[in-house]
C-alpha cells in the first residue's frame, strides 16, 4: 500500500513540494520494517499517522499530464521533466512503413529537418485528443505517451 501511495504521489508530482516530499521520504523508511534483506539489525521504524499518510494522498497534484505524454506545471504551464522519457514518436511515411524514434532529436533526423521545427509542430495540444498527426516533409508525425495512470 506504501508503494502505491509513493508511486501515485511522484505521478501527480505531489513530492515536489517540501513537506510532502519529506513524509514520502519518511514513509520510505517504513516499508519493510526499514531494512534490506541482507540487515541483520531488525529495527523498527514506526509508520506514519493516518493524517500524515492522508496529506500525502490528499496533496494537490502539481503536474497535468498531456494525452500525447508530455507533463506541464499546473501553475506555470511550462512543460516538467523534460530530461524523462515520457513519450516516443511515430512516423509514418507515404509508403505505410512506421518507424519509432524515442528522443525528438532522432525523431528530426528521421525527418530531416531540427528537433525545434519538430517540436513546434508537436505542440498542439487538442491534436492528439483525436488521435491525429502532423505532416512533416512527407511523414505523418505524432508523440505517443509511454507511461499510463
Not at 522519457?85 to 509514418?92: A, L, S, V
Request: glycine share 4%; hydrophobic share 35%.
Amino acid at each position: 500500500m506504501h508503494y502505491k501511495i509513493i508511486c501515485t504521489a511522484v505521478y501527480n508530482g505531489t513530492y515536489r513540494t517540501e513537506e510532502i516530499k519529506l513524509l514520502i521520504l519518511k514513509l520510505s523508511y517504513s516499508m519493510n520494517n526499514f531494512r534490506l534483506s541482507t540487515n541483520s539489525d531488525l529495527k523498527k521504524v514506526p509508520s506514519l499517522f493516518k493524517e500524515s499518510l492522508d496529506k500525502i494522498i490528499k496533496a494537490k497534484p502539481t503536474i497535468r499530464h498531456l494525452d500525447d505524454g508530455r507533463q506541464l506545471d499546473i501553475v506555470t504551464g511550462k512543460a516538467v521533466n523534460t530530461r524523462w522519457t515520457n513519450c516516443i514518436y511515430e512516423i509514418i511515411k507515404d509508403s505505410g512503413e512506421m518507424l519509432w524514434a524515442s528522443t525528438l532529436n532522432e525523431a528530426a533526423e528521421i525527418l530531416g529537418v531540427d528537433f525545434r521545427t519538430v517540436r513546434r509542430h508537436l505542440e498542439q495540444e487538442d491534436l492528439y485528443s483525436n488521435g491525429y498527426y502532423v505532416e512533416i516533409n512527407g511523414y505523418k508525425v505524432r508523440r505517443i505517451p509511454v507511461f499510463y495512470p
